[in-house]
């Protein structure tokens, strides 16, 4: 399907002509260039220019802060699990009593799961 990005583009906010322009990589290569046509038309202010780059400060902030976020969970995860995955000699009783009812409470939510749905099943022949 063949759009006409320019004619598309001819009511678009000069900053998202922009954000299309500064970061094409999301885009098809007609879509950058209709932006950039139409971008040359129009007067561009600095305030224009500064809200682009805040956005995408912003963006490349928030993608930062959730990768940081998984790695400090797979730290976590990683030490949690350190006795099971690299045993060593010095032995972590916290570790392993966490590891311990780890195990417990799942073993112990199955356990619930399939009651309830024994529970629920009503007997055969009636």
Excluded: C
């Excluded at 045993?87 to 195990?103: A, D, Q, Y």
């Amino acid at each position: 399907m063949n759009f006409d990005f320019y004619e598309i583009y001819k009511d678009f906010p000069t900053t998202e002509l922009l954000k299309i322009v500064f970061r094409p990589d999301g885009y098809e290569p007609e879509a950058v260039e209709a932006a950039s046509r139409r971008l040359s038309e129009r007067e561009r202010t600095p305030e224009d220019q500064a809200a682009v780059q805040e956005f995408y400060e912003e963006k490349d902030r928030e993608v930062r802060q959730k990768a940081e976020k998984i790695d400090h969970l797979k730290e976590q995860a990683a030490d949690l699990l350190q006795p099971i995955i690299k045993p060593g000699p010095n032995i972590s009783p916290r570790k392993w009593l966490n590891i311990f009812l780890i195990v417990l409470g799942l073993q112990y939510s199955w356990m619930l799961v399939q009651a309830l749905q024994r529970s629920r099943v009503p007997p055969v022949g009636h």
